[in-house]
């Protein structure tokens, strides 16, 4: 009986763990995007051949090193997604819906781990064409941000069920 509610429970909504790294990679990516004035500025003294300064450094280690943190979360992630499959909307999507929806979170995988690696090969081995990537797939992100948060917001004030609430906090909705 205890095992039932367990497996039921299991693929209706995600874990504390999925909801907890779900809202670091958040954080993680909004710093990438905060911070992209500066980091630019430290390039641009990197190719001058000048000392990076502390504020420089501190920069260009959160942005690598947070990239690097965001592309492993994401490849944790989404081995825990498939280990324990939940359906997509809270079982709430049919049809096209359902593809669209699905489709947005495995762009997203896919996104970041290019991004990060495009950011590698950049920032390792100054590829140029890897920085125009970098650029190209910058703005892809952030698009696809976009129409997640819009759609998370739609769910949540007009439609008004437990999508945004099953990722949102530790403890499950209702
Ligand atoms: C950098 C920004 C973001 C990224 C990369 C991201 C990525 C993802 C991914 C990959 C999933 C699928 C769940 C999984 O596989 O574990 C997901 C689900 C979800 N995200 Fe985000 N997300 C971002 C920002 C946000 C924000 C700002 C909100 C809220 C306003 C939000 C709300 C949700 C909700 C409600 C779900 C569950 C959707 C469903 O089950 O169909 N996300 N997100
Ligand atoms: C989630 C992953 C990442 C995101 C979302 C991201 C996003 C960004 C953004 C928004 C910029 C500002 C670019 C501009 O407008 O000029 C940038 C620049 C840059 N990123 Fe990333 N990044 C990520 C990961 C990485 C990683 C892992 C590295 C290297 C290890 C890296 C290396 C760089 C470099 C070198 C620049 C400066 C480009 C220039 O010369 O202007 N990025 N990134």
Redesign the pocket.
């Known amino acids: 009986m205890v095992l039932r509610i367990e497996l039921l429970n299991n693929i209706t909504r995600y874990t504390a763990v999925q909801r907890k790294l779900h809202w670091v990679v958040v954080l993680l990516?909004s710093s990438?995007?905060l911070l992209?004035v500066p980091?630019?500025a430290a390039?641009a003294n990197l190719e001058r051949n000048q000392t990076l300064g502390a504020v420089d450094f501190l920069v260009t280690t959160i942005?690598?090193w947070g990239?690097?943190a965001?592309?492993a979360i994401m490849v944790y992630r989404l081995w825990l997604r498939v280990q324990r499959p939940v359906p997509v909307g809270a079982g709430t999507l049919h049809g096209p819906w359902r593809w669209l929806a699905s489709g947005m979170h495995w762009a997203f995988y896919a996104l970041?781990l290019f991004?990060?690696l495009t950011?590698?090969l950049?920032?390792y081995l100054e590829l140029e064409r890897a920085?125009n990537w970098?650029?190209k797939g910058?703005w892809l992100?952030l698009g696809l941000i976009g129409a997640h948060v819009l759609a998370a917001l739609l769910h949540h004030l007009y439609k008004k069920d437990a999508v945004l609430g099953q990722m949102w906090g530790s403890k499950p909705p209702h």
């Open positions: 990516i990438q995007y992209q980091m630019r390039m942005h690598t990239g690097a965001a592309g970041v991004m990060v950011g590698l950049h920032y920085a970098h650029e910058e992100l």
